[in-house]
Nanobody, 126 residues
Framework: VQLVESGGGLVEPGGSLRLSCAAS??????????VAWFRQAPGKEREGVAG????????LYQDSAKGRFTISTDRGMRTVYLQMNNLKPEDSAMYYC??????????????????WGQGTQVTVSS
């Protein structure tokens, strides 16, 4: 399954963006998946920002994202969103969507995931 992200861009500090992730495969849903948003800034490791164990309705967040980011799906579970509010310059990175059928050993570990998107750039700057 190929994932496709969209919604990145340039935003001022304090602004908001909503990232979207959908599968290229027709009819695919995330209903039985664990999904996550990762980000990677130049020279840094890829880090998990938010995870969603969709089967259990459980969302998980990196500490820096708590209270500012929200991971969700649409009603049909065909698209995964990352709503990002009160963005800071340190949030600037390439953001990736990842998915794994059923459960991940560790939602923050990139090696847990089988499916990835190509990434969408988020730049927070005045």
């Amino acid at each position: 399954v190929q994932l496709v992200e969209s919604g990145g861009g340039l935003v001022e500090p304090g602004g908001s963006l909503r990232l979207s992730c959908a599968a290229s495969e027709r009819g695919f849903t995330f209903a039985d998946y664990t999904v996550a948003w990762f980000r990677q800034a130049p020279g840094k490791e890829r880090e998990g920002v938010a995870g969603y164990i969709i089967m259990d309705g459980v969302t998980l967040y990196q500490d820096s994202a708590k209270g500012r980011f929200t991971i969700s799906t649409d009603r049909g579970m065909r698209t995964v969103y990352l709503q990002m509010n009160n963005l800071k310059p340190e949030d600037s990175a390439m953001y990736y969507c990842a998915a794994l059928w059923r459960y991940a050993y560790s939602w923050k570990d990139p090696s847990s995931y089988d499916h990835w998107g190509q990434g969408t750039q988020v730049t927070v700057s005045s």
